[in-house]
């Protein structure tokens, strides 16, 4: 069934019906969601549509599953230089023109990747205008989850998250001070093991991926270029924090690139190091972040566990807190008792032997080896 939803498909871009190109693609993969080469020529449709986000993604996963599918990475870089994203671009054809040297069409492009930097190079000075101050700060836009059928937007959509009824999956927030963004994704209990961020040179890309789940994929143009091998992620127990190192000492007025006109406020970095908070862009009054801080951090030590978590996390916070002589009271009790007795007096404890106390109804029996 794949393989005729494919040839569909192909039929339909030969006719230059990419739409339902597109659609027809996103079915086979559906039914094979491991084919690279449906991912592939998925992404060349998209391009044929102007979704080039869409196509990154697209190709990123086909490379994926198969790196070395030559066609994938000619799809990444065509999309990523529509994005003018020049250096990630070029880099992805370098690595598929050694996968097909007799392919012209990766040494044109390299070259134009080559012209697009220097261009860039040369009028970078031009980009920063500390003179000028925007009229209005634009709030964060907010992403909507991304997943594999990827919705067909109008091209002059100014946002596309306001045509989707739906909330996204997690939240999202972020600030900015001198020399990085720091993005928060709120999302709470995540295995580590689950979650992608992958970085371009204005791009960034999140994926979590839990099985039994939906797929969030977030992956935003961003307002400025980053430097990508400078950008880092932690994965914590209630969010997952995400620092992009600006290429430029501009204030970013929104997350993602818009194509409206605001002029970046170039940020005046002073010699000496000073102790300031950063402010969000977002904040309309005065936030004490000192005071916000120290009430998450107090909410997250209030949680409530139940059954043996919740029994645990108390052992765990006594122990914690407690002298030498609790710690090793805790420690002799436990042990000696095989686990059915913890005392926190040494007192009591330190000179003899702990006996096992089994709970009522139970009988405590001792194995041998």
Not at 86 to 99: N, R, V
Request: include cysteine.
């Amino acid at each position: 069934m794949a393989t005729a939803l494919e040839k569909r498909a192909k039929e339909a871009f030969v006719d230059d019906n990419f739409d339902l190109a597109v659609d027809l693609y996103t079915q086979a993969l559906d039914m094979d969601p491991t084919n690279a080469d449906l991912y592939a020529d998925h992404a060349q449709a998209n391009i044929k549509l102007d979704n080039f986000t869409e196509a990154v993604a697209d190709a990123n996963k086909a490379i994926e599953l198969d790196p070395s599918i030559a066609k994938a990475y000619l799809r990444k870089g065509t999309a990523c230089i529509k994005l003018e994203e020049y250096q990630t671009a070029k880099t992805a054809l370098e690595a598929g023109a050694l996968l097909a040297p007799g392919d012209s069409r990766f040494t044109q492009l390299i070259k134009e990747c080559d012209e697009r930097i220097v261009e860039e190079t040369i009028n970078l000075p031009k980009k920063v205008m500390p003179d000028a101050l925007p009229s209005t700060m634009s709030p964060p836009s907010n992403i909507c989850t991304e997943i594999r059928k990827f919705p067909q937007f109008p091209k002059d959509s100014p946002c596309q998250s306001e045509l989707i009824p739906n909330k996204p999956k997690y939240r999202h927030d972020y600030y900015n001070s001198s020399t990085e963004v720091v993005l928060t994704i709120f999302a709470k209990g995540i295995p580590a093991n689950n979650v992608s961020v992958d970085f371009g040179e204005q791009m960034l890309s999140v994926l979590i991926d839990i099985p039994g789940e939906e797929t969030y994929h977030f992956q935003p143009r961003l307002f400025g270029k980053i430097i990508p091998e400078k950008c880092r992620y932690a994965v914590m127990s209630s969010k997952i924090e995400i620092r992009l190192s600006k290429a430029e000492p501009i204030t970013w007025m929104s997350l993602e690139f818009s194509d409206r006109r605001t002029v970046p406020q170039k940020i005046n970095t002073p010699s000496a190091p000073i102790s300031k908070r950063p402010s969000y862009p977002s904040s309309k009054a005065k936030v004490d972040w000192d005071k916000l801080e120290a009430l998450v951090k107090r909410e997250e030590k209030e949680e409530k566990l139940d059954g043996d978590a919740a029994l645990n996390k108390l052992f765990q916070d006594i122990y914690q807190d407690a002298d030498e002589d609790v710690r090793r009271a805790m420690n002799k009790s436990f042990i000696e008792s095989h686990g059915t007795v913890l005392s926190t007096n040494w007192k009591d404890v330190g000179s003899k032997k702990v006996e096992g106390s089994p709970p009522e109804g139970l009988e405590l029996k001792k194995w041998e080896y």
